[in-house]
């Protein structure tokens, strides 16, 4: 944890080192899971790790880190995994997932704009779904222990530390630039407040499990309990919504699953630690309204800054969302083609904006392809629960990437992969086992 913070300092005061915080990760993981052979799930660690530390490689890494350098890094990681120690025969949805995404990148290549690099636009809007099924590939009935799916959860939150004491420096006194209800780039660290907002969500929840299942003194839950209220003060400043809602949603989802499989004498533990979470939110959100002057308020009720209520809570995706869905009505068989929802929408209604919303692209570019697709990656997992409930963060990872994909769709790698997580098979540790090890199938 120490090294995380002084990794955000570090990348503050010298910014280039950004990019060998990148490059070191990718060296580092790529030996540990060749020394390993991914024998205990390095791979998926790895994979972790750098997905929750996508956003901050982006805003640090400058014009040599590749856009989709996040993504690429977890699908090698994850391909990785793969050829050590290969995928579940029960994995075969998955499989047809991918396939299913074949149509429309082929029909792309004919109603693509001729000056549209057809390359980059297929590759943009295709990173983010290809990245999702070979993760659950990889995490379908993938058994691990308790204590890796803790080690998981870990690497989900250091990269996220490092973020939000780079932000914590980088970003000016809250007051200098506030000047309305809108996100606001300065408070994000410069950078886009709703991929900000998302990855701070990630170490929002991760720090939410940490306080039930790792705080073993009251020292550590403390430490965590002041680490939840930081990343919570950063993300609610960037007047970015839906990363916090996320955060919130999902640690409610976790709260409730986990208190239903803990023993009676525990229960009472717990109550009070939600009544500390419940004060110390609470006290973040004081803390924030005032350093806000009330207009974060303003923000969360919809309203702009002179206290008038906004027409649309959705700011204007709502329409971007019913325009794709008549996309998809108008052409239900092949869809419009990935990549083409920009263009065509500029076409036919001229107006220059993407909504966001994986599941209305999904369905306006891949046209039935693209409900199979959908209906898999819904029906899947919910029925892989029926027979498999020992993973209590199955709903919160779910959860993660279904709000996740409705307000960011998959610009970063963060909702692919956390679907990835509801899959996988979370199985008691055997006696005298040390921790981390491997159980055997």
Request: net charge positive; proline share 3%; glycine share 8%.
């Amino acid at each position: 944890m120490a090294l995380h913070i002084g990794i955000g300092f570090a990348i503050y005061l010298f910014r280039f080192l950004g990019l060998f915080y990148f490059l070191g990760s990718i060296v580092f993981f790529v030996l540990w899971v060749f020394q390993s052979g991914n024998k205990q799930n390095q791979a998926l660690l790895a994979a972790a790790y750098m997905t929750a530390g996508e956003v901050f490689f982006r805003m640090t890494g400058g014009s040599i880190i590749p856009w989709e350098a996040g993504k690429y890094s977890v699908i090698c990681f994850i391909l990785l995994g793969l050829f050590f120690t290969g995928t579940s025969r029960k994995s075969a949805p998955y499989w047809l997932y991918l396939l299913l995404l074949i149509p429309g990148v082929i029909y792309a290549a004919s109603t693509l704009n001729f000056d549209t690099n057809v390359r980059k636009a297929i590759i943009f809007n295709l990173s983010g779904p290809f990245c999702l099924g070979i993760a659950a590939l990889y995490c379908y009935d993938r058994r691990i222990s308790k204590m890796q799916l803790h080690y998981l959860v870990w690497c989900l939150l250091m990269p996220v530390l490092s973020l939000g004491i780079y932000l914590f420096f980088y970003t000016p006194d809250t007051r200098e630039v506030l000047n309305g209800t809108q996100s606001n780039f300065a408070l994000s660290g410069g950078y886009g407040p709703n991929q900000v907002a998302t990855a701070l969500g990630i170490g929002m929840f991760a720090l939410v499990v940490q306080i039930f299942v790792n705080s073993k003194n009251k020292l550590l839950f403390f430490l965590n309990l002041g680490l939840l209220m930081f990343l919570t003060y950063r993300a609610i400043i960037t007047f970015s919504r839906g990363g916090v809602l996320t955060a919130a949603l999902i640690s409610i989802a976790f709260i409730v699953i986990y208190f239903q499989g803990v023993p009676a004498r525990k229960k009472s533990a717990i109550s009070f630690y939600l009544m500390v979470i419940g004060g110390a939110i609470a006290m973040t959100w004081l803390i924030s309204s005032a350093r806000t002057m009330g207009l974060i308020d303003l923000r969360y009720a919809n309203k702009d800054a002179a206290g008038r209520i906004k027409e649309d809570l959705s700011t204007g995706r709502q329409e971007l969302i019913t325009s794709e869905l008549t996309f998809f009505v108008n052409n239900p068989i092949m869809g419009i083609g990935v990549g083409k929802t920009k263009e065509y929408r500029e076409e036919k209604l001229d107006i220059l904006a993407a909504s966001h919303n994986e599941i209305s692209r999904l369905l306006s570019e891949h046209g039935v392809f693209g409900l199979i697709a959908l209906i898999i990656l819904i029906v899947t997992p919910l029925f892989y629960r029926i027979g498999n409930r020992k993973n209590y963060l199955f709903y919160s990872f779910l959860g993660f990437w279904f709000l996740t994909i409705n307000h960011s769709s998959m610009r970063v790698a963060a909702p692919a992969f956390i679907y990835a997580l509801s899959l996988l098979n979370v199985v008691h540790e055997k006696k005298n086992t040390l921790p981390g090890k491997q159980i055997s199938a």
